[in-house]
């Protein structure tokens, strides 16, 4: 899922997202309850009318931008305190409060308002936040109405595979729609992160789909799904793309780099994507170079194309029962990054 955190993608258009075959959007509850406010939106027919996108949206539920302002918000059984980064205001968000504003938005699929402990954290801190997100997401089932909107329960726990495992046993306890794995890649090493998806993704129900969120690179993305997760969403393709830097079948691409000046191929040969079979490297540098926004439109494009592309590729190889090859060559294709002069 592209993350569409003020209701849209960084330097791409809805007619880009449609073109590249996005079926789903991530739009976030905080940044659109400050700016412009969930009220406004609903007034104007909610989310999906007021960005022109007819297509699906799921919404996070605040949890972590609140983990995000550590600095300046206070966690409590009623919700979680925090000051606006805008303009300081003060404001209080609660499971009621989230499933509230999500609805109002009018989101296909609305996520459980929790709280994402540091994946390192002490276990003390981790138990007693474990605990108060169970609560908080009973809360958050019984505000919600059931209509078109989809509830998913996410699973804490950290690195610590005893309290993963008993967090899956007490959200998956909820009758959900869905249920995600939260809490990760916030800190720990990639390594990490796979052995303890690898050991927590198989014990959620098989009938309903599977969510790691915040959730990464390419390998990152076929590891997981080895692991029988469903849906993705994090900011690194267009993030990276803004900075010149590419996700290509030959491995990464710093296109601000001198040596791409002169270079008259594409930024990856073996793409179909617009800015691939128009654009070449020399180009493209120029216009990082040169502070064009146009650069930024082009990058994002293919990173967007390049990370639906490796989806679509994980599908084909699930029915073809051939996912452990094409994991593995993802696997040596990000191992042997293109040199920056190449």
């Not at 007819?54 to 919404?59: D, G, N, Q, S, V």
């Not at 390998?219 to 590419?246: E, H, I, Q, S």
Request: charged letters at 25%; proline letters at 5%.
């Amino acid at each position: 899922m592209p993350v569409g955190t003020q209701a849209t993608v960084k330097a791409v258009g809805q007619d880009d997202l449609c073109a590249l075959g996005v079926e789903i959007l991530l739009g976030n509850t905080y940044h659109l309850m400050l700016r412009p406010g969930e009220e406004l939106v609903g007034a104007l027919g909610g989310l999906h009318r007021f960005m022109a996108w007819e297509r699906a949206i799921l919404t996070d539920s605040g949890g972590f931008q609140v983990y995000s302002l550590a600095q300046n918000r206070r966690i409590t059984e009623e919700g979680a305190s925090f000051q606006s980064h805008l303009d300081g205001s003060r404001w209080l968000l609660t499971p009621e409060r989230s499933i509230e504003i999500q609805e109002t938005l009018g989101a296909d699929i609305i996520m459980a308002f929790d709280e994402c402990p540091p994946s390192k954290a002490e276990r003390p801190y981790l138990e007693e936040s474990l605990a108060r997100t169970t609560r908080w997401l009973q809360r958050c089932a019984t505000a919600w109405s059931r209509g078109r909107s989809a509830l998913f329960g996410i699973v804490q726990g950290g690195l610590d595979l005893e309290l993963r495992r008993r967090h899956v046993a007490e959200v998956c306890a909820v009758e959900l729609p869905g249920y995600a794995l939260g809490g990760y890649s916030v800190g720990e090493r990639p390594e990490e992160m796979h052995a303890s998806v690898a050991e927590v993704a198989p014990l959620l129900p098989e009938d309903r789909p599977r969510y790691l969120m915040g959730v990464g690179t390419p390998v990152d993305l076929v590891t997981a799904v080895a692991a029988g997760v469903d849906m993705f969403d994090c900011v690194l393709p267009t993030r990276c793309a803004r900075n010149g830097l590419l996700f290509t079948t030959q491995g990464r691409l710093n296109l601000r780099n001198r040596a791409h000046a002169r270079d008259e191929r594409p930024p990856d040969p073996a793409c179909s994507c617009y800015t691939c079979r128009t654009h070449s490297r020399a180009y493209l540098r120029h216009l990082f170079a040169a502070d064009e926004l146009l650069a930024l439109r082009l990058a994002t494009l293919h990173n967007l194309h390049h990370y639906l592309e490796l989806m679509r590729g994980a599908r084909r190889a699930i029915e073809e029962d051939r996912l452990g090859a094409f994991a593995a060559g993802v696997r040596v294709r990000e191992a042997g990054r293109v040199p920056a002069s190449q």
